[in-house]
């Protein structure tokens, strides 16, 4: 029930492409879903997240959407650049914090933007 | 510099032997978290901390040790390493409890021989 599922594993777009990473979980108390973007030899940093009350986020070229009745989420990237090569994470935790607050995360995708 | 490191940022070391990761944040944030990555297994929690003195296992944290007598500092020891922990560690820090704000460092790869 704490897991967060995320596919595909890899990822290979062309450039101007469409990018779309899934996510899908089982713990229907979660109600806070980020995106970490992820460059070679760095550590993950935030890239967008989600609540569960609304059903899109959009912050320039990225979007969440979110299904709630199905459990699953998404990561849109629009007009994918070779700079968007990267690994991506999603994740999953409850509000308020403590322990159930830690990011549940899922195994990642790596995305290649091909020029 | 304002910020969280890692140190150091590559380590060989044997097996059987201790080691030691550390993690240093300038922002006085009260969690911090050890997290290992694992091709196939992406980001599992080790242990966090809530505020000095205050530690809690995470998913994996057999093997491993922290301390946090300081709210800066948060290391993480290998008491007797194995191959198994050959990995990317990263530490993180947030400045409140839950989810939020989660900023990482730029990870310790460690390998085990």
């Known amino acids: 029930q704490q897991q967060v599922k995320q596919s595909p594993q890899s990822l290979i777009v062309q450039k101007g492409g469409i990018s779309i990473i899934n996510c899908a979980y089982e713990?229907?108390?979660?109600?806070?879903f980020p995106w970490y973007q992820q460059f070679p030899g760095k550590g993950p940093a935030l890239l967008i997240a989600i609540r569960p009350d609304v059903s899109e986020k959009k912050e320039g070229r990225f979007t969440i959407s979110f299904n709630k009745s199905a459990k699953q989420f998404s990561l849109h990237i629009m007009d994918s650049q070779p700079g968007d090569s990267a690994t991506y994470f999603c994740a999953a935790s409850m509000i308020p914090g403590g322990s159930q607050g830690n990011l549940i995360f899922g195994k990642g995708t790596k995305l290649s933007v091909k020029p | 510099d304002a910020g969280i490191t890692q140190s150091p940022r590559y380590k060989i070391t044997e097996t059987g032997r201790q080691v030691t990761l550390m993690c240093h944040q300038t922002?006085?944030?009260?969690?911090m978290f050890w997290y290992r990555q694992d091709l196939g297994h992406g980001l599992r929690l080790i242990y966090y901390s809530a505020a000095a003195d205050i530690t809690d296992k995470g998913e994996v944290p057999d093997g491993y040790v922290v301390s946090r007598s300081k709210t800066e500092n948060f290391p993480l020891t290998l008491e007797s390493a194995t191959r198994s922990q050959t990995s990317v560690y990263f530490c993180?820090?947030?400045?409140?409890?839950?989810?939020?704000?989660?900023?990482f460092g730029s990870g310790t790869r460690l390998t085990v021989v």
């Open positions: 993180a820090s947030s400045d409140r409890g839950g989810p939020y704000g989660y900023t």
């Open positions: 922002w006085s944030h009260s969690y």
């Open positions: 713990n229907t108390a979660f109600d806070y």
